[in-house]
């Protein structure tokens, strides 16, 4: 076939995805109207932070030391410390599921301050870890800064030798959890729309028959997924646009990387997406089964397992080998990177090349799955 | 390829697929043929034939298991693009984009087969003038009605002149309006532009017009030739016979279908009985079957050759109709009770702005089969549902087993059994569980749902254990049938029992409603094939969801002013067509 065969059969392949596209408003809702949704929910809905933490502080000296620590928990605005009258009282409140952490300054306190080796006693409401962990790390902080201050004022004469670490955390100066969720919030909406919308796309068309009538005409496979991964390539462009200037304007994520890599990873990313939701569709021949399927292989690992939100350093070696085969996993490294600490040759390059490879795969295998036979 | 004059050349054709419970089946079982350049050519077959099997290897998308096949002397398994790129295929169901419109379908498919802006001006003129469809070419494809689809598709196919024009059943499940348009539209085309088709079908009368029919049955060619050769093996057999004055056509078909020995075949039309006998049938006991009634010789036809045909290949696997008494005793009620069962006056339906159907009225009397018989389109089902009870009515009375359909839906659903259109029984569930389902939805319980289930299982001649789903067409509808039959009903309503079924299914089914009817059931059955509307005692003809024609077959034959031997085919065209004459002129006067 000539090669304006081909061209006038992509165009008019790809008038008619166009056309089917537009004029199907449960597939429009699904691919504008849902990021703006997941956008706004993920945003102002997910957040990892604490403030307003309630400690109770459990005050057994109360000499002008103490009262200095508690005056320091007041400072923060990380928590919200109350007076504790007894241990007893303290404990039920905790038990009442009242308190994230009982902070309690024992009756030698101000003589051991003197002798700079004080302690004071923390517990903290385990039943949601990654708050105490975040309390624990505040009222560490606040503890540290008081003890400078006393140290500072007693001059090295109490022989304060103790080491003091200043702690920075790096590109999430302040940690605030909308900066690195926001970054994956792009890789969560570029999978979704991507393998979801696209994975109704060849099941449609044999459930309807009217591939059958297709396949026996000059059409070949690659004009077919190629034609249907343009439209949805432009409806990817709208939905990443949106996120970034949601992510620049509305949560003031810092983007620190090049925003031309940024869009041509995206871009990268959102191929692959759309291709694996091709695949997926025309393997199951179902609509049903394909948007099932399509959830399940793409959505939900993107979602648990590509360190969106839980560090897949920390998981066992098997779902963790699972994590770095999925290339959302890929993407979720690089565009954080991109965002948060700027660009990075080696990352950059290293996770496009695997992106440009899944691309490939996936149009290759996406193509297979049209080979014009109704065998299977 | 040496020979020239041939667009599709098969040899030990042969492809399987993996069948019910994983045994592989031959679709097409070493089939030889050659279909000649300029032609038309018919295969004809019951379902299950491996008509469309065979269809799709020749537009090379499904690739044959062994033998050769070349398509326009191109080797169809190993370069199928090749003989895509040069021939056109509509298959059974032709994938028309719903959301696009006629025009942007026919664009669609005329950009894919690379054809030129100025050829196409001309083309799609002619097309959509032969369609009719001119006037809706900015509607979406969706939104046209069955007949319409399936011309719009047959254009979508033709927007080229094809080397081979390759169509499945494209006539199938359509309107005989629309059915006679196609066809037309075919003639012309091999007419004036030498085109060579390959056609399945069903409908014998379409078999006629091909230059060649192939007879295919199970995966294999049981015979071919022109249709006059065919036609050759029945002469001689093929008579006609009027039964006595008080008895309808049906009763004497049933007791002439039943003597398998001496007849091969038997159907009603035009108020008499048309029989094929045994070419070795013995005289005196014919003699005695037709119980002195004279029986005339007609001429033969091909569907007398295709029905012996089948008989022959299923004589061992042969079935015996399942027995008549399929109720208990009770049930025996006098026949043609004048009191009418189901009344139904000025009953309207509106979906929308969308009239339906409009002040429909008609009876149907105990003992009756009454068939509603119209085109895609007409009300048909939309009636059907409202008589079961389905659907409420939007105006109008409707009375059935003398309850009111409007107050008591739940209590006339108790005195009727409903046969749906799709199987609607659980297809992983076997027979004994899917009938003791309904049985048990019908409200049977312990012993008295065990004997109905028993009773309907012998008398349909099911095997208990056979998983639902995966028997074939003709069991599917007797188990369907026995399901409905579970609680004894009074009127039994069937929408398109016998769509998708073969033949010899179908002479069985129809056996079995005489024999349900001969107890005392009350039959309403809608249905596309006009010549069954002969078993019919009177039948109600819908267009546009008005009632066009109402009274017995014969009346209705009258009406159309088609002569009373005419077939039920031509008869029903009459009287659409008069109405919808009728109706232009009206909207002409409305209009000035």
Known sequence: MSRSGFMQRMVALTRKEVRQMLRDRSNLAVGLLLPIALILLFGYGLSLDVEHSPVAVVMDDTSPAAREVFAAFQGTPYIDPTWAPDMQQAQRRMLAGELDAIVRIPSDFSQHVANGDAKVQLLLNGVDSTTATSVEGYVGGALATQALKMADRAGGKAGGGGVVVQQRMWFNEAGISTWYLVPGLLVLIMTLTGAFLTSLLIAREWERGTLESLFVTPVRPLELVLSKLIPYVVIGLIDMTLCLIAARWLFEVPIRGSLTVIVLASFLYLVVSLSMGLFISGVTRNQFQASQMALLTSFMPAMMLSGFVFDLRNVPAVIRGIGEVLPATHFMNLIKTLFLAGDNAAIVLRECGILALYATVLIVAARRTLRKTLDR | ?592
């Not at chain 2, 049981?222 to 050759?232: F, W, Y």
């Not at chain 2, 056979?466 to 409905?484: N, T, V, W």
Request: hydrophobic share 40%; proline share 5%; charged share 25%.
């Open chain 2, 1 to 592: 390829m040496s020979d020239s004059g041939a667009t599709v050349v098969a040899s030990a054709l042969r492809k399987v697929f993996a069948g019910p419970g994983g045994k592989p089946l031959a679709a097409v079982d070493g089939i030889s043929l050659t279909a000649r350049t300029g032609e038309l050519t018919a295969l004809v077959g019951p379902d299950g034939a491996g008509k469309t099997t065979l269809l799709r290897m020749v537009a090379g998308i499904l690739a044959p298991d062994e033998g050769e096949l070349h398509v326009l002397g191109i080797d169809a398994s190993k370069e199928p693009q090749r003989i895509q790129d040069r021939i056109s295929y509509m298959p059974q169901r032709f994938g028309l984009y719903e959301d696009l419109s006629v025009q942007e379908n026919l664009d669609l498919y005329a950009d894919l087969h690379g054809v030129s802006q100025a050829e196409r001006r001309e083309r799609f003129g002619r097309l959509l003038a032969m369609t009719d469809l001119a006037r809706f070419v900015d509607r979406p494809a969706g939104k046209l009605s069955g007949g319409m689809k399936q011309k719009l598709g047959l254009a979508c196919t033709l927007v080229r002149s094809p080397d081979l024009l390759v169509l499945d059943e494209p006539s199938v499940g359509v309107d005989p309006l629309s059915r006679r348009d196609l066809w037309k539209i075919l003639q012309q085309l091999v007419d004036e532009e030498h085109l060579s088709v390959i056609v399945s079908t069903a409908y014998m009368d379409e078999a006629e017009r091909c230059a060649q029919v192939f007879v295919m049955h199970q995966g294999k060619v049981l015979a071919d030739g022109t249709p006059d050769a065919l036609r050759q093996r029945a002469k001689g057999l093929t008579c006609v016979v009027a039964p006595p004055e008080d008895t309808p056509a049906r009763d004497l078909q049933a007791r002439l279908i039943d003597a398998t020995d001496a007849i091969i075949d038997a159907v009603p039309s035009g108020g008499s009985v048309r029989y094929i006998r045994q070419p070795d049938a013995d005289s005196e006991q014919l003699a005695r079957l037709l119980g002195g009634l004279q029986p005339k010789d007609r001429p033969e036809e091909l569907e007398d050759a295709f029905m012996m045909l089948l008989r022959q290949h299923h004589a061992e696997e042969e079935t015996k109709t399942p027995a008549p008494d399929v109720l208990s005793d009770k049930k025996t009620a006098a026949r043609h009770d004048e009191k009418p069962v189901i009344v139904v006056r000025d009953l309207v339906r509106k979906f929308g702005d969308f009239t339906a159907v409009a002040s429909t009225s008609f009876d149907v009397r105990r003992g009756e089969i009454f068939g509603l018989l119209g085109p895609n389109g007409a009300g048909k089902t939309t009636t059907f549902r409202m008589l079961c009870g389905l659907l409420p009515a939007s105006g109008g009375h409707l009375e059935v087993a003398g309850v009111d359909l409007r107050t008591a839906r739940a209590k006339a659903r108790a005195r009727i059994g409903y046969v749906s259109q799709k199987f609607a029984l659980y297809g992983n569930l076997s027979v004994r569980e899917n009938l003791q389902f309904f049985g048990g939805a019908y409200g049977l319980r312990g012993r008295a749902l065990h004997a109905r289930v028993d009773a309907v299982q012998t008398q349909f001649q099911l095997q208990p254990d056979a998983i639902s789903g995966d028997m074939p067409g003709g069991y599917k509808q007797r188990l369907a049938m026995a399901a409905s039959l579970l609680h004894e009903p009074d009127i039994l309503f069937l929408d398109e029992p016998t769509s998708g079924i073969d033949p010899l299914a179908r002479r069985s089914f129809w056996r079995t409603i005489t024999a349900l009817v001969q107890g005392g059931v009350t039959a309403v059955v809608t249905t596309h094939f006009m010549e069954e509307a002969e078993y019919c005692d009177r039948i109600a003809i819908q267009d546009a969801g008005r009632v066009l024609a109402l009274g017995t077959p014969r009346e209705v034959r009258e009406q159309a002013g088609t002569g009373h031997d005419a077939d039920m085919n031509s008869a029903f065209i009459a009287i659409v067509e008069q109405a919808r004459a009728k109706g232009h002129e009206a909207g002409a006067e409305k209009a000035a």
